[in-house]
């Protein structure tokens, strides 16, 4: 016999088991479709509720407009406003029934030029503009605060060249914005909305395997057998690795096609780095589940330890940088960190090697250490 196609028995043997449990995983998600379910409805669900659902940009605000000596230099100054796609204003008569329309939250905001506002500017000097802004929303307030200075700041520049009679300017500002040209916060929000969806659906396909078989007593009969504690978490990961990467498709695919995001980088950037990052999630999913013994548990413990960290400290949402030091350092602990900063990257910027390889090897690292816990948490024997 040819040495070089010699398969040792007990090679084949191993094989044949590994083949035997991973059959195994996909007939039980046959009869299950809960693992299909959240492998692609809940993506399709989540992305569709964010995607149109959580915006930081502010459209159509509503701004209460009032002129106390209505002219042309007011007018000209208010049709900024209209032609802005950032309002939608409202006129009163007078200061007071603006006020009460803020009161009531019919309005987010006040403009108000004076009745000496159109003298004032005439005669060259300075005329102020009243800006009452509804701050209980502190970053809307923000937003509407920078959009009333851009629209002031454009009617000045406008007026300026009027009177230049169309000269050129001594200094003229050219601004450029790079990544994210549109300033469209769904083009930043929906790559980072990926990698909390892989945490949750990861972290969920395979927290309840191991604790399904607690729950229905067939681990006895699975420790009785020869399998080896790598071949058992193989024959588990390998379904759900690919239903996790089917997931991942499906929403990729939704970003592009139906949120329109850009996608600069490369499709085999983002499978290898998804890779990685599932491999970590479904780690972390079935350590909970070695660990947890129960599948209600196990469910619920995989969305408090994984769902809501990466919700919260991956940089999905919330600036890493402006949280304290404390936190900032925790967030280094949350996979989802670096996956959202490699999607960021990817679709917008593209291939930026110097943020994707250190991510991408935090992943590694990452995914190394949860199947290495999970490996040794698994039961070898009853008892």
Known sequence: MNAEHYVSPDTSAKRLRLLGLIRKEFLQIRRDLSSIAIAFLLPIVLLIIFGYGVSLDAKHVHVGLVAENPGPETADFFSGLQRSEYFQPVYFSGQRAAQKALDQRRISAIVRLRSDFSRQLLNGHSAPIDVIVDGVDANTARLVSGY???????????????????????????????????????DYLVPGLIAVIMTLTGALLTAMVVAREWDRGTLEALLATPVSVGEVLTGKLVPYYLLGMGGMALAI???????????????????????LFLLAALGMGLLISIIAQNQFVAGQMAIITTYLPAFILSGFIFDIDSMPVAVQTF??????????????????????WEVIVPNALALALMALVFLALAARRMPRRLG
């Open 148 to 186: 009333l200075q851009g629209v002031w700041a454009g009617w000045l520049q406008r007026r300026l060249d009027e009177r230049a009679g169309g000269s050129a300017q001594a200094v003229l500002m050219q601004q450029r914005i790079w990544f994210n040209p549109a300033v469209r916060s769904r």
């Open 253 to 275: 695919g939704m970003a592009i096609f139906l949120f329109e995001v850009p996608l600069r980088g490369s499709l085999w950037v983002l499978f290898v780095t998804g890779s």
């Open 331 to 352: 967030t280094y602990l949350i996979a989802a960190r670096y996956f959202v900063a490699i999607l960021q990257t990817v679709f917008l910027a593209g291939d930026v």
